[in-house]
């Protein structure tokens, strides 16, 4: 299929014919227990502090979770992930950038896109709830779909795969294939392989090395790679420690074809890909 031309998110639309780098999302995780920055923005005060301040360093989507999926991760309860969460949207509804809501969870989607959230980031590829399609059919907002094998609990206990490329392409070709019949707009759609969500580390680096294969399923890719613990085996780094090489996979998945990357460091990821971009054009 065709490289994707655009991405229709809420409020907002990307076109991949006027802007060559990719779309930089920035994460504001409203958790305790987050895997790198559990914790930092838990308060209203610095959950707004920070994305003013990945604003203001060019951040293009931000990312707003409640609920760790860390591996190992429990789940956290309806009720504290929405206060986690909401009062951080009507916060910055209108910060001028759009705003996309990580969670699998049917209600926080309906709340969160109440307000005003411009995508919905769901790790479970909305298989969690059959009232999430209905949802989201009646909105505009763009939908990320991600691959997971099992779940945060149990994903990296021995994962395995045939071919981790070609069963990770498939489970996300079906999963677009099924929205598309219930009604959901395919430039609604972007794609996340999953990186770390049950895989190991030779899954990780093969995804990364062959990207631009799930470019074939003509819809924006998304890369999340940064400060993960396939960096940290190969650095040796602690998680904090892991920008240099969160910002060198984030250039490698350009270079793949991602339109879309995840990043904590937003600020060091769009000085990388305004050089990138500058060479590439």
């Not at 631009?212 to 396939?230: I, N, Y």
Request: include cysteine; charged fraction near 25%; proline fraction near 4%.
């Amino acid at each position: 299929m065709d490289m994707p031309t655009t991405w229709r998110c809420g409020r907002f639309l990307f076109d991949f014919n006027k802007r060559k780098r990719p779309i930089v999302m920035g994460i504001l995780n409203a958790t305790p227990d987050s895997f790198s920055d559990g914790g930092q923005f838990r308060t209203l005060k610095d959950a707004v502090a920070q994305a003013e301040h990945m604003i203001a360093n060019g951040v293009d989507l931000i990312d707003i979770g409640g609920e760790s999926t860390r591996p190992g991760a429990e789940p956290v309860q309806l009720q504290e992930e929405l206060d986690r969460v909401l009062p951080v949207i009507e916060a910055l509804k209108d910060c001028g950038v759009p705003l996309s809501i990580d969670t699998y969870k049917s209600e926080t989607m309906r709340q969160a896109l109440h307000l005003g959230v411009d995508c919905v980031n769901d790790i479970w590829a909305l298989r969690q709830d059959g009232s999430v399609n209905a949802i989201l059919a009646s909105k505009d907002c763009g939908i990320v779909l991600m691959h997971m094998q099992r779940d945060p609990l149990t994903m990296q206990f021995n994962p395995d795969y045939h071919d981790v490329i070609v069963d990770v392409k498939q489970f996300l070709k079906a999963r677009v294939e099924l929205l598309i019949a219930k009604g959901i707009s395919g430039d609604r759609i972007a794609i996340d392989p999953g990186f770390g969500f049950g895989k190991n580390l030779e899954h990780n680096l093969r995804m990364l090395a062959n990207l631009a294969q799930f470019s074939s399923l003509g819809l924006p890719v998304l890369a999340g790679l940064s400060r993960k613990s396939m960096l940290g085996k190969i650095t040796g780094k602690d998680t904090n420690e892991r920008v240099a090489a969160s910002i060198a996979a984030a250039i490698m998945a350009a270079d793949r074809g991602a339109k879309i990357i995840r990043v904590h460091d937003v600020a060091q990821t769009v000085d990388a890909l305004k050089l990138w971009e500058a060479v590439n054009s």
